[in-house]
């Protein structure tokens, strides 16, 4: 069974650095052609895809966020890591993590999300 | 502003068919056939109902299917239910970014 978990800081400041750790079960983050990505959510938006790391390391950001955003994988402890630095309030959304096919670049599993809050 | 177009908000009627429209360009929908559909509860994380324009994944019912013509991909539900009263997103590959991106989201109002 394939299950993903968000975790990090519920509450943060602005100009400070989010670090987000999606914590996988049930696959491996070596094996070929997966992916897991970084989707986020503004209350009451759209999604918004922002990173993506495959299993041989190939990393893709989204272009408006790029300078901001650093996507890591730790294949024997089953995390991958967001990083996110300078956050502003409009950055306040549910992050979610997911799991993905470089066949098809379709999520199949997705995690609960969490709720990130970037306030003073 | 999202990449891909999508209505707002659609509704219907238990038992009637229903299509939603997402529209991009030829980086993205048009180019590729990776185009997927999502489904969302509110409060809930999105759910994988269509990937690769129109395959289901397993456990989907087959009143969802999905489909592409040029720049355009559709989802259709047939046979409508209360259950099926949620937000729809598309998303497709697109060379623009080496990434993903979504649509705006559809809401659908089952009457």
């Known amino acids: 069974q394939i299950t993903l978990k968000e975790s990090g800081p519920t509450l943060v400041q602005p100009t400070q650095t989010l670090t987000l750790t999606c914590t996988i079960s049930?696959?491996?983050?070596?094996?070929?052609?997966?992916?897991v990505g970084w989707i986020r959510q503004p209350p009451g938006k759209a999604l918004e895809w922002l990173a993506l790391i495959f299993w041989d390391n190939d990393k893709r950001y989204s272009p408006s966020l790029k300078n901001r955003l650093t996507i890591t994988k730790d294949t024997p402890k089953n995390q991958v890591v967001l990083t996110m630095t300078n956050v502003d309030p409009v950055d306040t959304a549910t992050y979610y993590c997911a799991h993905g096919s470089k066949v098809n670049w379709a999520l199949f599993y997705w995690g609960p999300g969490i709720l990130v809050t970037v306030s003073s | 502003q999202s990449a891909l177009t999508q209505p707002a908000s659609v509704s219907g009627s238990p038992g009637q068919s229903i299509t939603f429209s997402c529209t991009g360009t030829s980086s993205d929908v048009g180019g590729y056939n990776y185009v997927s559909w999502y489904q969302q509860h509110p409060g809930k994380a999105p759910k994988l109902m269509i990937y690769e324009v129109n395959n289901r994944p397993s456990g989907v019912s087959n009143r969802f299917s999905g489909s592409k013509s040029g720049n355009t991909a559709s989802l259709t539900i047939s046979g409508l239910q209360s259950e099926d009263e949620a937000d729809y997103y598309c998303s497709s590959y697109t060379s623009t970014s080496t990434l993903g991106v979504f649509g705006g989201g559809t809401r659908l109002t089952v009457l």
């Open positions: 049930g696959f491996s983050l070596s094996k070929s052609g997966v992916s």
